[in-house]
C-alpha cells in the first residue's frame, strides 16, 4: 500500500509540473502572429513566386519576393484582423480566415500553440 501512495504521489506531481510548464509556456498571439506572417511570407516567397513566369516578370520588371518583403506590413495587419485565439491556459487554438476578396479564394487555418510552439493541423482552401 505504501508503494502505490509514492507512485501516485509521484504521478500527481509530474502532472502538476506538466500542467505549470504547459501554462508558463502557452505562447501569446503576437507571438503566434510572427509564426503566421513568417510561414505565409515563405510560402508566397518559395512556392507563389517560383510559379511567375520569368519573362512576365522581365517584361513588367517586377519581382516578386521584393513585392512580398514590401507588402510584409500588410500581411501582419491581415493576419491580425483576421485571427481568433481560444486559450485554453496549457494550450491555444489560433484560426485564421484569410479572405481579402471574393473573387481571390480564402484560406482557413488552425494551429495549437503549446511549449512556446505552434503546430498547423488544418489549412484549407474555402
Excluded: H
Amino acid at each position: 500500500m505504501k508503494t502505490w501512495t509514492i507512485i501516485a504521489s509521484a504521478g500527481v506531481a509530474g502532472f502538476a509540473v506538466l500542467g505549470l510548464t504547459m501554462a508558463n509556456t502557452n505562447p501569446q498571439q503576437k507571438e503566434y502572429e510572427e509564426y503566421a506572417v513568417d510561414k505565409l511570407t515563405t510560402y508566397l516567397k518559395t512556392d507563389f513566386c517560383q510559379k511567375t513566369p520569368n519573362f512576365l516578370q522581365n517584361l513588367i520588371q517586377f519581382n516578386c519576393n521584393q513585392l512580398v518583403d514590401s507588402v510584409n506590413p500588410q500581411i501582419k495587419e491581415i493576419v491580425t484582423a483576421t485571427t481568433k485565439r481560444q486559450d485554453y491556459l496549457i494550450f491555444s487554438v489560433y484560426t485564421t480566415n484569410l479572405k481579402i476578396d471574393n473573387l481571390i479564394p480564402g484560406y482557413q487555418f488552425e494551429t495549437v500553440g503549446a511549449f512556446d510552439s505552434f503546430y498547423t493541423y488544418k489549412a484549407e482552401k474555402q
